[in-house]
């Protein structure tokens, strides 16, 4: 794994780390990928201390230098299934300026090592089927599509907004 960039985990109470994660989290609601909007400023001020009371939110940044450039944002579950800790990657966005250059695989890399750490089972995510390069990311780190059956077909992720 190159460390061409620094992977840290995000302490959510530290003013370097709540702009960071929050100026790339923003970037990311803006591109197209993310819904195409900036985030409403009172979600921004309010977001690092609701991650911060919420148990098993972890998140980690990548850096170039003092430059935030990439976030992963995840959140641990459970697998009924296998009677094990899950983690579930709610968030992954690099500045579009060092996409694939390997820095979503590193983010991926330290949330992989962490799970393994809490002894959790797999790695879950959802992606857009338009996102193609995000796709080819997850794809080389190994994901793919869910399935219990094969013959039933693959798993769709669904919403419901609720108010």
Not at 12 to 26: E, H
Not at 121 to 135: D, M
Request: charged content about 15%; glycine content about 8%.
């Amino acid at each position: 794994m190159s460390n061409k960039f620094q992977i840290s985990f995000v302490d959510y109470a530290l003013a370097r780390d709540q702009a960071a994660l929050t100026f790339i989290l923003n970037m990311y609601a803006c591109d197209p990928m993310g819904g195409g909007e900036a985030l409403p400023l009172e979600v921004l001020e309010r977001l690092c201390s609701d991650l911060a009371d919420i148990p098993g939110a972890v998140s980690w940044l990548a850096w170039q230098g003092d430059q935030a450039i990439g976030l992963l944002n995840a959140f641990k579950g459970y697998s009924t299934f296998k009677a094990q800790p899950l983690m579930n990657i709610h968030d992954i966005a690099v500045h579009p300026d060092f996409r694939g250059q390997g820095v979503g695989q590193q983010l991926i890399h330290a949330l992989q090592q962490y799970a393994q750490s809490q002894n959790c089972c797999k790695i879950t995510l959802e992606v857009l089927t338009g996102n193609v390069l995000a796709r080819q990311v997850y794809l080389k780190a190994g994901f793919e599509e869910y399935a219990l059956d094969p013959t039933m077909g693959t798993a769709n992720m669904m919403q419901k907004w609720l108010g």
